[in-house]
């Protein structure tokens, strides 16, 4: 079946320590996205890509890495640096142009050991 | 003034009448609508698109949209406690989408 698969479902970050969330699409999609939840909140952008080898910071890029080495993939690693990362993480994808909206994976919910 | 604004709730209607909700955006150049529902503790799921002024209906489901008030709502007829779930309103520009902070519907029994 076609979709978008995050993993792992749940996940626990130590102090110090660097985490990486996957988000994989066969959906052929050329966007792809991350948000984060917090309860009770709307989503927020973390960085976006519209092709390969390229992306953009969205409005909370700050203690998040990401890489987009081929179309199906966009990981993103949380960074020591950041301090709040205890969230509900959701990658998304699209078929680019504006009109399209975007689906989501499963989720990862992220906390601090 | 937030982008996409959405009242927050909780809205509660009793089975099988009309949910109405509502959201308005800032941006004039949007130019598509969509409505997720996003149950408790899952990933939001698309239920309307819209894209030019007027009604939309699908099943249960009519999506309302007035760019010249920069308003979108959508409405559930017959509610059911299925649709007991958060509803998020999103506006695409460009790029990127925008996300209300959703509305909270408990449909009672």
């Known amino acids: 079946d076609g979709g978008i698969t995050q993993s792992p479902k749940y996940l626990f970050r130590k102090e110090g320590q660097n985490v990486t969330l996957s988000c994989e699409q066969n959906?052929?999609?050329?966007?792809m996205y991350w948000y984060r939840q917090d309860p009770g909140q709307g989503l927020r952008l973390i960085y976006y890509?519209?092709?390969?080898?390229?992306?953009q910071k969205g409005d909370i890029a700050e203690g998040y890495s990401v890489s987009r080495e081929k179309k199906e993939s966009f990981p993103l690693t949380v960074t020591s640096a950041q301090k709040n990362p205890t969230a509900f993480y959701l990658c998304a994808s699209s078929g680019g142009t504006e009109n399209q909206p975007q689906h989501f994976g499963d989720g990862t919910r992220l906390s601090i050991l | 003034q937030k982008e996409v604004e959405q009242n927050s709730g909780p809205l509660s209607v009793p089975e099988g009448a009309i949910a109405s909700l509502n959201c308005t955006y800032s941006d004039r150049g949007s130019q598509s609508f969509f409505w997720y529902r996003q149950y408790s503790g899952k990933s939001p799921e698309l239920i309307m698109s819209?894209?030019?002024?007027g009604d939309k209906e699908d099943g249960r489901f009519t999506a309302q949209l007035n760019k010249a008030s920069q308003y979108v709502s959508l409405l559930i007829r017959d509610s059911q406690p299925s649709d007991s779930a958060t509803y998020l309103c999103a506006v695409n520009r460009r790029h990127d989408m925008r996300f209300g902070a959703g509305t909270r519907l408990t449909v009672k029994p």
């Open positions: 819209i894209y030019s002024n």
């Open positions: 959906l052929n999609h050329d966007a």
């Open positions: 890509s519209q092709i390969v080898n390229d992306f």
